[in-house]
């Protein structure tokens, strides 16, 4: 393993670090989509795939029958089921690696679990 050259907890920073040409950097497709589209930012390690994060909903049990959290829960679940928004218009470079046109790879695909 390499020594990493930068670290933050910013994915703001690591889009600009790449862009300033600074290294590679696992990115969002949400926070990069807009470089990828328009090159000023291209996808490499097309075959590997960050493994998706969840998105869970919490509340106490005595809440689970209520209506307001069901329809809460049910909605979340289907705005985050899919493929996200901000990659439908990345598919073209799907050929190309990155997980393009595929689930955010650094946000994740998300799952709502009104059980939990």
Same mark, same amino acid.
């Given at each position: ?16 670090? &790449? ?16 470089? /990828? ?8 390690? *097309? @075959? ?6 969840? /998105?869970?909903?919490?509340?106490? &049990?005595?809440?689970?029958?209520? /209506? ?22 990345? *598919? ?6 990155? *997980?393009?046109? @595929?689930?955010?790879?650094? &946000? *994740? ?8």
């Amino acid at each position: 393993m390499l020594p990493a050259a930068l670290r933050t907890n910013s994915v703001h920073m690591l889009r600009d670090f &790449a862009l300033s040409g600074g290294g590679v950097t696992c990115v969002p497709t949400l926070v990069c989509g807009e470089d /990828l589209l328009n090159g000023r930012l291209i996808p490499v390690l *097309g @075959e590997y795939h960050v493994p998706p994060l969840e /998105l869970l909903a919490i509340y106490p &049990a005595t809440h689970r029958r209520a /209506l307001k959290v069901k329809l809460f829960v049910d909605f979340i679940a289907t705005r985050f089921s899919g493929v996200p928004e901000w990659d439908r218009s990345l *598919g073209a470079l799907g050929s190309q690696g990155a *997980g393009a046109g @595929e689930r955010d790879e650094a &946000a *994740g695909g998300h799952d709502a679990n009104p059980e939990q």
